[in-house]
């Protein structure tokens, strides 16, 4: 029998308990330098998961129905399609993704027909992952609703409208066309080895075609296990009020939403952890 | 000014209407030439346009704009900013001789370093238009480019990288749990640098206390960057926070830069105020840029450029602003821009070299997207081949995975597997730290410690017994 070596092949890392604290592949353990192979098949396994994800198309009758019921609405939601006839194109064409294809373009042309102005219009678009759409957009909808309603202010909704192959510009064409103040654009995220479910949430004041990044202003990372839907609809509610009261939005309409929880914590509390505690 | 481009292969003539549409055919294929329609139409009019490029003067870049001086404050920066006696010795060069004068003998490092201001971002994408992949590595490798802020990066024989504790909700133990994962794997000399989940002032500021205080209490010698919109981190200067480093995303065209919300005053101001807290010991290197070819065609602001030209172009933006870092972050805007591992591959090591040859202290976030058709044997390909062209950093992230960004980077096990078959180091202060802090049982063959380094045993101590939610 041959000796153990003295030191063992796969070294595990001692801190690895720390796992419980984040979802960060943290503590891997290691090979020499390299990776055990039980984490690198994990990976391997995560990545292809990813990429199936994207190629998963939003099924937009069942979602239609879930956010009619969730938000007790009159009406359906308006379905419109982008440029993009399908997936492969949208990847390829990022600026068929930010506009109508004609015949919606038409159809919600009719639908906003009235020149009603609205305070918001909120377009919930697949992006790159229709799953955090699925998951996520009644909830965080159910939330912001109900933070509108109690608002001592009143706030006019345009037609709730949901798109499929749609990037996040496509919301500014869709904003005008409905007459709409602001425009709030919820969209799949890049779906990530751990979150292919994130939903992304981009607020343009006076949307039209054209506006550039700067205009926008965004929150990322809305699922469960990471920014949860009460916490952004409360800071999606104060960017926009912010927006309404300044009349603008993007870069020159700073996030101020945490400003009061650090005020209200002691100078160094906010920053404790382990690794700084003694 | 603007001229038109003839020749004639076999019984076939081409025409190229301008510079820009001569730069941009002779480009290797990607799909965000494509997508702008700039692209060469057949491989035989790529080359040709190569061919023609290549009898170029390199004074035509001097003389023809590609977007009007008047016009662009990038190409008044570019042209203004020339050092013409800095130019005077490859002067009379084509573009085609220049790639010659490059890879020759004559060109030494010190004779590199004497002309780069001589250089402009055009020339430099030019040229690269002609070189192989193993020319842009071996020019490359002999331009270096050495900064210094806590210790110094882009010396010969060392590969820094930048530990990025990224957390979806900023969450203060669970961004403290990868800093540690990455220091115990001798990861985070070039900078400990945070995305932050939401871009707001006061959330910045807690994540530069944050770190400030971990690398204060274990005296790390590198520095902490929040990855914020420069107006940001100038709030975050004027409420006094620890900011070491300032950072921005930058392109190559004026209009870019304003699409991000910024311009080149905005950029000077932000170095004199982080100079002005003097918190570098060993060097007045401030800025950390990010770029990456595509930005300027997504801000639909490159001017009928290729986007490796108008990429170029963002380097004399950095150069401008003495940065300790820049860094391309190449695979991570998505298969619209660069679609394969082979199209990434290519940008990184054409981005690397034309920074390089600028002046600029380039890294590279070697990266894919879920929805790029790259894996992480492109990434392992593209890392060696930097390490092998003398990159000054990578990034180090906990197992590849950015859970807060949702992309795939180079891990804390990358840099150490590229660290040990190309024999590179850490930089020389924090390679000592490294070794007190018995991270490493013996730095010179990068074995680590088998066992908890004792200062990070005591702090284990601390933690908490549940685990906390939310940020």
């Known amino acids: 029998m041959a000796d153990k070596p003295s030191s063992p092949i796969v070294v595990e890392n001692p801190w690895e308990r720390l796992n419980a604290f984040t979802d960060a592949r943290i503590g891997l353990g290691r090979a020499g330098v390299s990776l055990p192979t039980n984490k690198l098949l994990a990976f391997q396994l995560a990545h292809a998961q990813a990429q199936d994800a994207v190629h998963c198309p939003l099924e937009v009758e069942t979602l239609a129905k879930a956010l009619t019921e969730a938000l007790d609405l009159s009406k359906a939601p308006l379905r419109l399609h982008s440029y993009a006839q399908d997936r492969a194109m949208y990847l390829q064409r990022p600026d068929y993704g930010r506009r109508l294809n004609d015949e919606t373009r038409e159809y919600l042309q009719q639908a906003a027909e009235s020149q009603q102005r609205y305070d918001l219009a909120v377009v919930v678009v697949d992006g790159l992952s229709a799953l955090a759409v699925q998951q996520n957009s009644a909830p965080f909808l159910s939330a912001l609703y109900q933070m509108l309603n109690s608002d001592a202010a009143d706030w006019t909704l345009a037609p709730l409208t949901l798109v499929e192959q749609g990037r996040v510009a496509i919301g500014d064409e869709i904003g005008a066309l409905l007459n709409a103040d602001a425009v709030l654009v919820m969209i799949g995220e890049r779906p990530g080895l751990s979150s292919p479910d994130s939903l992304g949430l981009y607020m343009t004041w006076a949307p039209e075609p054209g506006l550039k990044d700067d205009r926008r202003n965004c929150i990322s990372n809305v699922r469960p296990a990471g920014l949860q839907v009460e916490e952004a609809a409360r800071r999606f509610f104060l960017l926009l009020k912010e927006a309404r009261q300044l009349k603008l939005s993007g870069v020159q309409l700073k996030d101020r939403s945490e400003d009061d929880v650090l005020e209200g ?9 382990f690794l700084v505690a003694d | 000014m603007a001229q038109t481009y003839y020749t004639t292969v076999g019984s076939r003539s081409y025409r190229f209407a301008s510079l820009a549409e001569l730069m941009a055919k002779a480009t290797p294929p990607r799909s965000g030439d494509r997508l702008a329609g700039v692209m060469a139409e057949s491989a035989e009019e790529r080359v040709v346009a ?26 008044r920066l570019i042209m203004d900013d020339h050092d013409a006696a800095a130019f005077a010795p490859i002067s009379h060069l084509t573009v085609g001789d220049f790639r010659n004068w490059l890879l020759s003998d004559h060109a030494t490092s010190e004779v590199l370093a004497e002309v780069k201001a001589g250089i402009t971002p055009e020339m430099a994408a030019a040229v690269s238009k002609l070189m192989r992949n193993q020319d842009l590595i071996l020019v490359a490798k002999k331009c270096q480019v050495t900064t210094a802020f806590r210790n110094t990066i882009g010396l010969p024989g060392r590969l820094s990288t930048r530990l990025q504790p990224n957390h979806p909700t900023d969450d203060v133990t669970g961004i403290a749990a990868s800093i540690l994962d990455g220091l115990l794997y001798g990861s985070g000399d070039a900078v400990i640098g945070i995305n932050p989940a ?25 520095q902490s960057c929040v990855l914020t919109h420069v107006t940001n981190t100038l709030e975050a200067i004027e409420q006094g926070a620890p900011v070491d480093l300032v950072f921005q995303s930058i392109g190559g065209t004026e209009a870019t830069n304003r699409s991000f919300g910024f311009d080149l005053s905005t950029l000077a101001e932000a170095e004199a105020a982080a100079q002005s807290l003097n918190r570098g010991t060993v060097g007045r290197n401030v800025m950390y840029f990010e770029t990456g070819q595509g930005s300027s065609l997504s801000a639909d602001a490159h001017h009928g450029l290729d986007q490796q030209t108008c990429e170029a172009r963002a380097y004399a933006v950095a150069r401008k602003f003495n940065p300790l870092l820049v860094n391309t972050v190449v695979g991570f805007i998505g298969p619209e821009y660069l679609f394969d591992g082979k199209e990434i591959t290519r940008a990184g090591l054409e981005d690397h070299f034309c920074g ?12 894919y997207t879920n929805h790029a058709e790259a894996d992480q044997n492109d990434m392992d390909n593209l890392l060696t081949l930097l390490g092998v062209a003398g990159c000054n950093f990578i990034m180090g992230i906990p197992g590849s995975d950015d859970i807060m960004l949702n992309y795939q980077t180079t891990s804390f096990h990358d840099a150490l597997y590229a660290r040990r078959v190309l024999g590179l180091k850490a930089a020389p202060e924090f390679e000592r730290w490294l070794e007190e802090m018995q991270i490493f049982q013996d730095i010179s063959t990068h074995r680590l410690n088998d066992q908890l380094p004792a200062a990070f045993a005591n702090s284990l101590r601390h933690l908490p017994k549940e685990p906390s939610h939310g940020g």
């Open chain 2, 50 to 75: 190569q061919m023609v490029l290549a009898e170029l003067p390199l004074t035509t870049f001097l003389n023809e704009a590609l977007i009007p001086y008047e016009e662009d404050e990038i190409t």
């Open chain 1, 265 to 273: 914590d002691s100078a160094s509390g906010s920053t404790r952890n």
């Open chain 2, 198 to 222: 939401t871009d707001n002032v006061a959330q910045s500021v807690k994540l530069m206390r944050l770190m400030d205080d971990v690398i204060q209490k274990y005296q790390i010698p590198t």
């Open chain 2, 356 to 367: 390089k040859l600028l002046g600029v202290p380039m890294g590279c976030d070697v990266c």
